[in-house]
C-alpha cells in the first residue's frame, strides 16, 4: 500500500465515551440558539474593534447608571458579555477538536481511496473474473468523463 497516512483503532469503549461526551455537550447546549443564514447576514457582529468599544461602553454605562432610561437593560448586556467571555475558550477548543476530526476522516478517506486505487490496479494485472469486471463497473462511474454536449448552430 502507497499510502498510510493513520491507523485508528477506534474500540467500544472509545466510541462510547465520545458519545457520552456529545451527549453531555448537546444537553448544555441545548438552550442555544440557532441561526438561519438570512438572520446571521443581517446581525451586526462585533468584532475586535468594536469589542473594545462595546467594553469600554459597558464600563462607562455602569459608571453612569443614573442617565439610563428604565428600559436599558444594562445587567442584561453585561451579562451577555460575561457569557460571551465564557463560551470563547470553549468555541475555540471545540473548533479545534472538530478540525482535528475532519482531518482525521479525510485521511482515512484518502488512506481507503489510496488503497483502493492499488487494489484495482493488482487486480488488473493478475486476472479476469467476474469480480474484477464487476469492480470495473464500479470504478469506470468514478473515472469517466462527462460527455461534451452537442453544438447547435444559431437558428
Given at each position: ?106 485521511a482515512l478517506g484518502s ?45
Amino acid at each position: 500500500m502507497s499510502q498510510n497516512l493513520i491507523s485508528l483503532d477506534l474500540t467500544a469503549d472509545a466510541v462510547a465515551a465520545i458519545d457520552a461526551a456529545l451527549d453531555t455537550l448537546e444537553k448544555h447546549f441545548a438552550n442555544f440558539i440557532e441561526l438561519t443564514p438570512e438572520q446571521r447576514q443581517k446581525l451586526p457582529k462585533m468584532g475586535d474593534k468594536s469589542e473594545a468599544f462595546c467594553r469600554q461602553t459597558l464600563i462607562v454605562l455602569d459608571q453612569s447608571k443614573a442617565m439610563l432610561p428604565s428600559t436599558f437593560d444594562l445587567a442584561e448586556a453585561q451579562g451577555d458579555m460575561l457569557a460571551f467571555d465564557t463560551l470563547r475558550p470553549r468555541i475555540q477548543r471545540l473548533r479545534a477538536l472538530l478540525s482535528k476530526g475532519e482531518d482525521t476522516q479525510m485521511a482515512l478517506g484518502s488512506d481507503v481511496l489510496s488503497a483502493s486505487y492499488d487494489g484495482y490496479a493488482l487486480a488488473k494485472v493478475s486476472g479476469k473474473g467476474a469480480a474484477l469486471e464487476a469492480l470495473k463497473e464500479a470504478i469506470s462511474v468514478r473515472t469517466r468523463k462527462p460527455r461534451a454536449k452537442p453544438t447547435t448552430p444559431d437558428a
